[in-house]
């Protein structure tokens, strides 16, 4: 869970008679779901927490309490000697520590103190959680869908873990050592499945912003998108999901494949890679015992290409279909500039068109004032 946003901005004097003292105003910003809560508390409350998170956890808070009077020791336990009370100087500096004493719980890697049941009561959180319990899409965390423009952000990255995962699988397939496989493996394997939570994530925002979710009706639902772009973004996670799976089939071949070449190998082995002279043996075998057909030759030299050498016949398969997939969003995209290009030269042909007209108007107003300037100069000829 994300930690909580604390800060103590101000300090206030609510006393109007009697014994003045001050509160601080606390202001918690929640993640989920996105508010804000504002406390006041005294400094009398804070030491109260603080006996006892010491007395429950066993052990202090990671920052202290500023202490209870400027001059601090035993001189600040004197009545009415060292108090802060009427000097904003030192109040402004006991509210600092008082911010940093609850950031420093908040943010501490052990969460004894931020787990402890007075903490959360100093602090309201219970009422807070209660009501987020059915919140939509608290399930993913830090990927979950706020919005429609988060929703874009969210897939963004999701297509950046693809792209990361296709170049660990590039690597994993370049790779000579038994260690480097190993380590592109683990990599394209967590993209992978930081791929799939955000598929997820994007499928359960698409259904809350398409209105149709079960819970798209409370108070935390986000906007609403018309038919036509849920269509649109849903056909987005469907290529995406296809891709993923495409990508996760070829690591699975490759993992296959690496297991049953580790386990024909001998035990003094120190990589998953075939030697030079084991290369040549399987060229030269598969060359001579090969019939002269169309099938496709494991290991041929002639046919082999870096993408396809350590693959099988699934991943070369899963590959084609890759390729043929890129090759067809290539197809589109040609035709959108041919369709682009064709309305561009009809209108070309339009305006040419339109400007012979013109022109044809031109020259019959240019022959028109020509036969005119004709007549008047025989009529100047014979006033002459």
């Not at 480097?180 to 499945?193: M, P």
């Not at 495409?246 to 890679?273: D, F, Q, R, Y």
Request: aromatic share 4%; net charge positive; with cysteine.
């Amino acid at each position: 869970m994300a930690p909580l946003r604390i800060t103590i901005p101000t300090a206030h004097d609510p006393s109007t008679s009697g014994k003045p003292y001050t509160t601080y105003e606390i202001r918690i910003a929640h993640p989920f779901p996105r508010g804000t809560t504002v406390l006041q508390k005294r400094y009398s409350d804070f030491c109260t927490l603080d006996s006892t998170l010491r007395s429950t956890v066993g052990t202090a808070p990671p920052t202290p309490l500023p202490p209870k009077s400027w001059l601090g020791g035993s001189l600040g336990g004197l009545i009415g000697l060292g108090s802060t009370s009427g000097s904003p100087e030192h109040i402004s500096k006991r509210r600092k520590g008082l911010e940093a004493y609850l950031q420093a719980i908040e943010t501490s890697e052990d969460g004894r103190w931020r787990l402890s049941p007075a903490y959360r009561s100093f602090l309201q959180l219970s009422d807070k959680e209660d009501k987020a319990k059915g919140f939509p899409g608290s399930q993913f965390g830090k990927d979950r869908v706020a919005d429609s423009s988060d929703w874009l952000d969210k897939f963004a990255l999701l297509k950046s873990q693809l792209q990361d995962s296709r170049l660990w699988l590039t690597r994993r397939e370049q790779a000579s050592l038994a260690t480097q496989q190993h380590e592109a493996s683990a990599n394209a394997k967590r993209n992978l499945l930081r791929a799939g939570a955000l598929i997820s994530a994007l499928e359960e925002g698409l259904e809350r912003f398409s209105g149709k979710a079960p819970g798209s009706g409370d108070e935390w639902s986000g906007e609403k998108l018309g038919d036509g772009e849920v269509r649109r973004r849903r056909d987005m996670i469907s290529s995406a999901r296809k891709e993923r799976d495409g990508l996760e089939s070829v690591l699975n071949t490759m993992a296959v494949k690496s297991a049953t070449t580790s386990g024909a190998s001998t035990p003094s082995t120190s990589s998953a890679a075939v030697t030079a002279e084991q290369k040549a043996g399987l060229f030269k075998g598969a060359a001579t015992a090969a019939p002269a057909s169309g099938r496709r030759v494991l290991g041929a030299p002639a046919k082999e290409t870096e993408r396809t050498r350590e693959l099988d016949n699934e991943g070369v398969l899963q590959l084609q279909k890759q390729i043929m997939a890129e090759q067809d969003e290539d197809l589109m995209d040609l035709t959108k500039v041919v369709r682009r290009m064709r309305e561009m030269g009809v209108q070309i042909n339009e305006e040419v068109v339109l400007q012979n007209q013109m022109l044809g108007l031109l020259e019959e107003d240019a022959g028109r004032v020509d036969g005119k300037m004709k007549i008047a100069n025989k009529r100047i000829g014979k006033i002459r």
